[in-house]
């Protein structure tokens, strides 16, 4: 029986995992999310940005599901987390 030795393709500070690829933020997405950190309710972030207030909704909902967190507060503080925001 072969010995297994190290992958040969790894250095010993990588992980011998596929590693996940970064989460996808639009723009708008993260322009959003800033004001929301900033503590602005959806109507001030649509009127700050020049959109309807569903629009600013609808991304609102996009970063959560992209994020996988259940609100607004989690998104921001997985942003700052991340070093998004």
Do not use: F
Request: charged fraction near 20%; include cysteine.
């Amino acid at each position: 029986m072969h010995a297994v030795g190290p992958c040969p393709v790894l250095t010993p500070r990588e992980p011998c995992y596929p590693v996940v690829p970064a989460i996808h933020l639009t723009a708008r997405e993260l322009d959003v999310l800033r004001l929301v950190a900033c503590g602005l309710a959806d109507k001030q972030v649509a009127r700050e940005l020049g959109i309807r207030t569903h629009t600013a909704k609808n991304h609102l909902r996009a970063i959560r599901q992209k994020l996988a967190v259940p609100d607004r507060t989690s998104a921001v503080v997985e942003a700052m987390k991340a070093g998004w925001i």
